[in-house]
């Protein structure tokens, strides 16, 4: 079977992980939050890793850098939104803080192959 580019990158596996531990975490989610913080979590958090896979089919490295953007903001969108949802007792204080410290990991990455990206550009 074929590997594609994107599945060697330790950060897209990060962020596949990381989408999927969202997923569990907000299964315990109340039912009224199905379509608030529940979807938007969720959709978040696909997002990295898919920004990251879509990049990586790009040609330019201006592009796959604009991707890997889009990935790094979506990262941002999901910290704002454990913030709300630790605050909102949706997950205990520990929750937020391991998961806080994957977003760290992975925008690091992010950042880190953002700057080979454009590094690469010129």
């Keep these: 079977m074929y590997v594609y580019s994107f599945e060697k990158l330790d950060v897209w596996i ?32 696909i997002s990295i890793a898919s920004n990251i896979a879509e990049g990586s089919a790009r040609n330019s490295n201006k592009d796959k850098a604009h991707f890997t953007t889009i990935a790094f903001g979506s990262a941002v969108e999901v910290l704002n939104q454990l913030i709300i949802s630790c605050e909102l007792g949706f997950i205990t204080e520990a929750e937020y803080i391991e998961l806080r410290t994957q977003i760290e990991s992975i925008t690091n990455k992010l950042n880190a192959l953002r700057n080979y990206q454009f590094q690469k550009t010129n």
């Excluded at 997923?23 to 913080?37: A, D, I, N, R, V």
């Design 14 to 45: 990060e962020a596949k992980n990381f989408a999927k531990q969202i997923y569990t975490l907000t299964s315990k989610f109340p039912e009224s939050e199905k379509f608030g913080l529940t979807v938007q979590l969720r959709r978040a958090a």
